[in-house]
T-cell receptor, first 114, second 116 residues
Framework: EDKVVQSPLSLVVHEGDTVTLNCSYE??????LLWYKQEKKAPTFLFML????IEKKSGRLSSILDKKELFSILNITATQTGDSAIYLC??????????????FGQGTILTVHP | EPEVTQTPSHQVTQMGQEVILRCVPI?????FYWYRQILGQKVEFLVS????????KSEIFDDQFSVERPDGSNFTLKIRSTKLEDSAMYFC??????????????FGPGTRLLVL
């Protein structure tokens, strides 16, 4: 059974801190690793990673994938209160006709205090 | 920016009733998905749909569930006889079938279903 595990489950920091969120995965026919931010309702897309060692960046957020260790991290530098959310990691498979089913982790709840 | 839309945002129903959740995927997307998230739990895959047929379904997606693309824009999830444990947030997602961004699924705002 496919499995995605995130750590820590929750994190409380102050504005300006840097955080690292972790994601390990075991996904059959793994194709890519996606990060989403979930605030009130829908997960909103952050990054998709398919190749090891290539960092993706968007502003203060960055992410990298290690396909040998089956691991990804999401970094947020200079955190702001608006970064408070649940961060979801999901593995995408590429098996047969099920191209792209996402298996989600349980999420990391990030709380940023002023 | 195009987005996935879902209606209704909230639905309350009695156990045993049928519900239909509606989604309008992004217009040039051809792969569609339903996921659900029970309060406090993980987002779980239900079903994927392509070319007017189910391409994969999870164990959760039993005979009480069905999906349909009744026209060129809507994608629906029907639960024939709701159970208390069907109470959850239901998300629709869609993605492209080609191009570099084809593996990225975009999610709608969800329908919160409460079965009493």
């Amino acid at each position: 059974e496919d499995k995605v595990v995130q750590s820590p489950l929750s994190l409380v920091v102050h504005e300006g801190d840097t955080v690292t969120l972790n994601c390990s995965y075991e996904v059959t026919n793994f194709r890519s690793l996606l990060w989403y931010k979930q605030e009130k309702k829908a997960p909103t897309f952050l990054f998709m990673l398919t190749s090891s060692g290539i960092e993706k960046k968007s502003g203060r957020l960055s992410s990298i994938l290690d396909k040998k260790e089956l691991f990804s991290i999401l970094n947020i530098t200079a955190t702001q209160t608006g970064d408070s959310a649940i961060y979801l990691c999901a593995g995408s498979n590429a098996g047969g006709t099920s191209y792209g089913k996402l298996t989600f982790g349980q999420g990391t709840i990030l709380t940023v205090h002023p | 920016e195009p987005e996935v839309t879902q209606t209704p945002s909230h639905q309350v129903t009695q156990m045993g009733q049928e519900v239909i959740l509606r989604c309008v995927p992004i217009s040039n997307h051809l792969y569609f998905y339903w996921y659900r998230q029970i309060l406090g739990q993980k987002v779980e895959f239900l079903v994927s749909f392509y070319n007017n047929e189910i391409s994969e379904k999870s164990e959760i997606f039993d005979d009480q569930f069905s999906v349909e693309r009744p026209d060129g824009s809507n994608f629906t999830l029907k639960i024939r006889s709701t159970k208390l444990e069907d109470s959850a947030m239901y998300f629709c997602a869609s993605r492209l079938t080609s191009g570099r961004a084809r593996e990225t699924q975009y999610f709608g705002p969800g329908t919160r279903l409460l079965v009493l």
